[in-house]
């Protein structure tokens, strides 16, 4: 298999991931080690930083850089470029309005751009990070507008851009208002003092205390 559909499966996989998460229907059954090992001559710049920065270890990230070069000769990621890539995984739904918000999240600088830097940081911390990275990681792609607050309709426009990307390959088929019904629900539980909006805390706190979410939280650690 080509290192470019490699790490096309590899982003794939990544979308499948935080689908699950995000719906509570992660499984152990759905968790396979992706990572191939691979002999890889060039080292990019910094991987002792990196190495020192994120729980990969050095040939791990040689497999990445790889993966990520071949995809993006460049070297950095724009966002259609990003958008193209998920639809091309996602073509019975839309993906571009959740790609968007992925990207976002990457793109911590917010330059417009992700760099590997970038890429394998997040990613870091999405498969092997502690609970409370991951869910600060969750929390900063919900509160889209970066205020550090999650409103309501924030979380819905989010959740509506999953059920979107997915289009009609969920079973069973979802229903249009599902995904207010679930964010009511989501909601309701997280918004503690009802003040109208989930504070880092609050999100931090109802996960913790969520069984389906701190499972989908675990299963993350041996994807790589």
């Known amino acids: 298999m080509s290192c470019r559909k490699r790490c096309k499966r590899e982003i794939f996989k990544f979308a ?22 691979s002999a890889v001559r060039h080292r990019p710049e910094g991987l002792e930083q990196l190495e020192a920065q994120t729980r990969f270890s050095r ?38 309005t ?42 900063n792609l919900y509160d889209i507008n970066k205020d550090g607050f999650i409103t309501k309709e924030e979380m819905l426009d989010i959740m509506k851009a999953i059920y979107d990307m997915m289009g009609k390959c969920t079973y069973p088929v979802l229903k249009e208002e599902t995904p207010h019904q679930h964010v009511e629900i989501f909601f309701q539980k ?24 701190m499972r989908s939280m675990h299963l993350f650690e041996n994807v790589i």
Request: proline residues 2%; negative net charge.
């Open 16 to 37: 499948q991931y935080m689908f699950r998460l995000v719906t509570g229907t992660l499984n152990t059954d759905s968790v396979e080690d992706e990572l191939e090992q």
């Open 59 to 96: 040939k791990e990230l040689q497999i990445l850089y790889r993966g990520f070069k071949n995809e993006c000769p460049s070297g950095v990621v724009n966002e259609e470029t990003f958008k193209d890539i998920y639809s091309q995984f996602f073509p019975q739904g839309d993906a571009s």
């Open 98 to 139: 959740y790609a968007h918000f992925l990207f976002n999240a990457f793109d911590t600088d917010h330059n417009g751009s992700v760099s590997f830097e970038d890429f394998v940081m997040g990613l870091s911390i999405l498969l092997r990070g502690t609970i409370q990275e991951k869910l600060n990681w969750a929390f």
């Open 190 to 213: 997280m918004d503690k003092n009802k003040d109208g909006v989930v504070t880092i805390d609050e999100f931090i706190d109802c996960c913790q205390n969520d069984d389906n979410i």
